[in-house]
């Protein structure tokens, strides 16, 4: 009896170590996601003449970025996580770009 207590115990302990590291891979990817759409955002409106949206979106990027140390992510992983913006983009259009602004906090 005492030792199924402790295997009990054993298996909850690792199910919630499991949990707590899914969900802190989950936040890293939505924050590249988010650095990455608001890099193609803000090149876009620097293009388009948008200087305010522009630093908007910039500063927002920072701010992502200072969360984290130095080269977290690496060159493929962030250019990889670019041409899935693009993609859908193409695919959905303008609508995915403000959607995505949106859920990285741009008001």
Known sequence: MRNLFFVLIYLFCFS??????????????????????????SEKSKEAGEMVKYE????????????????LYSEESIEIKLNEHILKIKEK???????????????
């Open 56 to 71: 908007k979106l910039k500063k927002l990027e920072k701010n992502y970025l200072a969360k984290y140390e130095d080269n």
């Open 93 to 107: 259009g303008q609508r995915y770009i403000n959607k995505g602004l949106q859920k990285c906090g741009l008001k």
């Open 16 to 41: 919630l170590n499991s949990k707590v590291t899914l969900k802190a891979n989950s936040i890293e990817e939505k924050d590249l996601s988010c650095i990455t759409l608001l890099k193609l955002s």
